[in-house]
């Protein structure tokens, strides 16, 4: 079954740093997502990408959030001066765009920890 | 975010018998209500999905209701199996946006 590959698993990175998340989706999926999950609460939606664009965002995609589909087949998050609170599951998903009788396709998440 | 809530944070149920998950929602724009699963350490797993239309979908062991007026929807399991033992999420977008917005989520223990 086809799969959204997330890299790396786990991330540790000092306060300030950048860090690029990297997601490969389903190759013939046209809509991407960055979603993130700060422990013990909700999966909280970042940002959509569709036609190397962003579609939507939400108040935590502020301008330290960028999203690049920098080749056909990866799409990346990049954190540019991290802090705590960013601290987080992030998690990467695609979809066909055709509707959701099947949902969107999650990766297996990057666990992002900010020293 | 509250637009979409699940107030039971943890289910136990017993192999064999029935797990019922509820979900409200507030936002009458949705027009997709889903279901992942999650384990520790994984993405989430698509379940089953069903539009505003419809009231009621089947997908082998898995049911999902929507009661538009009340703005409610559950999760059927049965039979309940080990293996369900995982977080599940509900979630629900409008179709303008494919925005998914998520509850907190409920824990469910099969006990054998």
């Known amino acids: 079954e086809p799969e959204v590959t997330q890299t790396p698993s786990h991330q540790v990175t000092q306060m300030g740093q950048e860090v690029i998340l990297r997601c490969v989706p389903i190759?013939?999926?046209?809509?991407f997502y960055w979603y993130r999950q700060i422990l013990g609460q909700k999966v909280e939606f970042l940002v959509s990408?569709?036609?190397?664009?962003?579609?939507?965002k939400s108040e935590i995609f502020d301008d330290q959030f960028s999203v690049e589909r920098p080749d056909g087949s990866n799409f990346t998050l990049k954190i540019r001066s991290t802090k705590l609170e960013d601290s987080a599951m992030y998690f990467c998903?695609?979809?066909?765009?055709?509707?959701?009788?099947?949902?969107?396709?999650f990766g297996s998440g990057t666990r992002l920890t900010v020293v | 975010d509250q637009q979409v809530k699940q107030n039971s944070p943890s289910l136990s149920v017993q192999e064999g018998r029935i797990s019922i998950l509820n979900c409200d929602y507030t936002n009458s724009m949705f027009d997709y209500f889903l279901w992942y699963k999650k384990y520790p350490a994984e993405g989430p797993t698509f379940l089953i999905s069903i539009s505003s239309i419809k009231d009621k979908n089947e997908d082998g062991r898995f049911t999902v209701f929507l009661n538009k007026s009340a703005k409610h929807l559950s999760l059927h399991i049965v039979p309940s199996q080990p293996g369900d033992s995982a977080v599940y999420f509900c979630?629900?977008?409008?179709?303008?946006?494919?925005?998914?917005?998520f509850g907190a989520g409920t824990t469910v223990t099969v006990r054998a």
């Open positions: 979630a629900a977008t409008p179709l303008a946006d494919y925005k998914l917005s």
């Open positions: 190759s013939n999926h046209l809509y």
């Open positions: 998903a695609s979809s066909d765009g055709t509707g959701f009788q099947d949902g969107y396709t």
């Open positions: 990408f569709y036609n190397n664009e962003i579609s939507e």
